[in-house]
């Protein structure tokens, strides 16, 4: 008999997300049917994406449902097994719980070699948030040698890797962080050409005049909001923008309007993509290639905030909203 700790919704939020939000609780979990196996997790990775599912409003997944556990992309070990595909022992990565231990049907779980990179890595730099990162890069952004590349929350989880992949394709490239550490990093150790500090700079038109003088030719969008519309207002002709997330928007209690004149978009005929990247899973061999290689060769830095213990998970995840994690925040589990 397993003894899971788990953390399950308690209430949905209106506005920020607060602690009352979460409840740990203790569960017995039942014996193993066929086709299940047992998991013990050893990292959590938080996400943005979780906060509007913490919501009961239409998105690409469903919400968290109210007194059960959150789900997120982890890292197991398989501690038993009746599923013929997982052997106990074997390493897996997908869907689990915000929990110690996970009783799964296998699906959309695979396994990973636990020998070729930190575990964690296989939920950043290595797994969905550098893979959406390339698929922005490559197929949306397209950036090039002459042209000038922004990318918001640089030095996020998928920002870090999108910035460094556009100056490896030879675009110049500005940023933005929330400090000033971020910032530095960006420039210093991510190949950014400029960074701003959107916590201190309140005009980020103004800025991106200074650091972008020859406008803009593609943007990663990671942040949306009032640092989306100046950019928007500086794109240029056949400008590019990978719509990857609105961070600063998934707190708000109303819907804040978009960029005041969509005429913009003919006039300079801009391409505007939103994609998910779960849409792309046909494409993770070509990833997995392309930024193995570079991981390898040294080309590409990665950083990432470990919170060590489940129990801080909700607090580690109401940081995550407000800029507290430096790279890829991951929870240590066990
Ligand atoms: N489309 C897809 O398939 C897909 C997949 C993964 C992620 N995403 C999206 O990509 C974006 C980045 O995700 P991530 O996993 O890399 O997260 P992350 O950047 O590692 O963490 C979120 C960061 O967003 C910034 N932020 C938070 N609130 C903000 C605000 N009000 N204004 C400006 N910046 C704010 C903070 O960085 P600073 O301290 O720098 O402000 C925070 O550290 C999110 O919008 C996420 O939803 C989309």
Wanted: hydrophobic share 40%; glycine share 12%.
């Amino acid at each position: 008999m397993t003894v899971a700790t788990q953390i399950v919704l308690a209430k949905r939020p209106a506005g920020d997300v607060t602690s009352d939000c979460f409840r740990a609780e203790k569960v017995t979990l039942p014996a193993l049917g066929d086709g299940q196996l047992l998991i013990r997790s050893r990292f959590l990775s938080l996400d943005p994406y979780m906060r509007p599912r913490m919501t009961e409003l239409r998105s690409y997944t469903p919400p968290f449902e109210l007194d059960k556990p959150l789900t997120g992309g982890s890292v197991g070990e398989v501690v038993e097994s009746r599923n013929p595909r997982f052997a106990k022992g074997d390493t897996v990565i997908g869907m689990m719980n915000w929990a110690s231990h996970t009783l799964h049907d296998g699906k959309g779980l695979r396994k990973i070699d636990p020998t070729i990179a930190p575990l964690s890595a296989h939920l950043g730099v290595l797994g969905m948030p550098s893979f959406t990162a390339w698929y922005g890069i490559t197929h949306i952004c397209k950036p090039k040698a002459g042209e000038t590349a922004f990318v918001s929350a640089a030095t996020g989880a998928v920002g870090q890797v999108a910035g460094q992949l556009a100056r490896l394709a030879g675009a110049r490239v500005v940023g933005c962080a929330g400090d000033e550490e971020k910032c530095t990093w960006a420039v210093r150790e991510a190949a950014y050409d400029a960074c701003f500090n959107h916590r201190a700079e309140r005009d980020a038109g103004a800025v991106l005049d200074k650091l972008c003088p020859q406008g803009i030719d593609s943007d990663f969008e990671n942040v949306g909001g009032p640092i989306f519309h100046a950019v928007f207002e500086r794109l240029n002709n056949f400008g590019r923008v990978a719509f990857c997330g609105a961070i600063s928007e998934y707190q708000d209690k109303e819907p804040i309007a978009g960029p005041p004149k969509m005429f913009t978009i003919v006039q300079r005929r801009l391409t505007i993509q939103g994609f998910i990247v779960s849409d792309h899973v046909a494409l993770m061999g070509e990833f997995t290639a392309e930024v193995g290689g570079l991981l390898k060769a040294g080309q590409l830095k990665s950083r990432e905030t470990v919170v060590d213990g489940l129990g801080k998970a909700p607090q580690a995840f109401m940081g995550l909203l407000k800029g507290e994690n430096f790279g890829k925040l991951v929870v240590k589990v066990s």
